[in-house]
């Protein structure tokens, strides 16, 4: 009986282990999946904040790239007469094949002036753009005083002096032939 009595007590200790280690398994496998998603959840943070990141920094490079640049020397017709000073105003079509040369001469000619000279301004005006659709006309009314009455036909080389136009120049041959005179 007393073999029989410590098979019993050893059974009841093997199951009381056995039930011991059922919930320790039990809790540490509860402990390691509640690791794997904390786990999971930290690397789905990770890389959000990675993705945001490159994304950010992608737009600050390309925003380094670009450069702000503010045109001083493109005006519309309507401010021709509000600028200070004495200058040019180079107006035409955007594929006028001249203009670029023009262009070229009147820079050139602003840069090469130095200080003892009369300072003179150089703006380009496109007569493309729809502010300046209205000032087009099939003939050309320049020397007006009324600004809401100036009309060009084409290509136009003016001088303004203090707020007057008072020289202008029509037509590709005839503003060369100014603009080369210059130097």
């Known amino acids: 009986m007393k073999q029989v009595k410590k098979i019993e007590e050893k059974q009841k200790n093997n199951a009381k282990k056995s039930k011991i280690k059922k919930v320790k398994t039990t809790e540490t496998n509860e402990i390691v999946k509640l690791f794997q998603i904390l786990f999971v959840v930290i690397l789905i943070f990770v890389f959000f904040v990675l993705?945001?990141?490159?994304?950010?920094?992608?737009d600050k490079n390309e925003e380094e790239k670009k450069e702000t640049e503010i045109q001083y020397?493109?005006?519309?017709?309507?401010?021709?007469?509000?600028?200070?000073?004495?200058?040019y105003v180079l107006l035409g079509n955007s594929d006028d094949e001249y203009l670029p040369t023009i262009d070229i001469y009147i820079s050139n000619y602003i840069k090469s002036l130095t200080e003892e000279d009369e300072e003179i301004g150089y703006y380009v005006s496109n007569l493309d753009t729809i502010f300046n659709k209205g000032y087009i006309s099939e003939e050309?009314?320049?020397?007006t005083d009324n600004?809401?009455?100036?009309?060009?036909?084409?290509?136009?080389l003016i001088f303004v002096k203090e707020g007057k136009i008072v020289e202008a120049?029509?037509?590709s041959d005839e503003i060369l032939n100014y603009v080369k005179g210059l130097e």
């Open 147 to 156: 600004h809401s009455e100036v009309r060009f036909k084409g290509l136009t």
């Open 73 to 87: 020397s493109e005006i519309m017709v309507g401010s021709i007469w509000s600028q200070k000073g004495n200058y």
């Open 51 to 58: 993705i945001t990141y490159l994304i950010n920094n992608k």
């Open 169 to 171: 120049y029509e037509g």
């Open 140 to 143: 050309s009314n320049i020397f």
